[in-house]
């Protein structure tokens, strides 16, 4: 059974900065390609971030570049997404999955997700 958790969503103003983490289970978390993605109100999920398993390739939808840093601690089986200079369009649910082919088609299975709401 594959296990994604995701937290460290909250409300934070316009240019401010949140680390969202996804606990994984063992295998997933060393084994697995893993990526971000979010959904927005009213709009479909849409790719974030990427990782390869050894965390030395890494892949950012272009809305984030430069601002997003994704990561992994395979030792504790999290993944990481660091998000500054945050704008009001980033407000959305993040979710965190494995990767099925790179760098932004996920599995088809997904956590709770964490809230992530920026104020302008």
């Known amino acids: 059974q594959v296990q994604l958790v995701e937290s460290g969503g909250g409300l934070v103003q316009e240019g401010g900065s949140l680390r969202l983490s996804c606990a994984t289970s063992a295998r997933t978390g060393t084994m697995y390609t893993m990526g971000w993605f979010r959904q927005a109100p009213g709009k479909e999920r849409e790719f974030v971030a990427a990782i390869n398993w050894s965390g030395q390739n890494t892949h950012y939808a272009d809305s984030v570049k430069g601002r997003f840093t994704i990561s992994r601690d395979n030792a504790k089986n999290t993944v990481y997404l660091q998000m500054n200079s945050l704008e009001p369009d980033d407000t959305a649910v993040y979710y965190c999955?494995?990767?099925?082919?790179?760098?932004?088609?996920?599995?088809?299975?997904w956590g709770q997700g964490t809230q992530v709401t920026v104020s302008s």
């Open positions: 999955n494995r990767i099925l082919t790179w760098p932004n088609r996920p599995y088809d299975y």
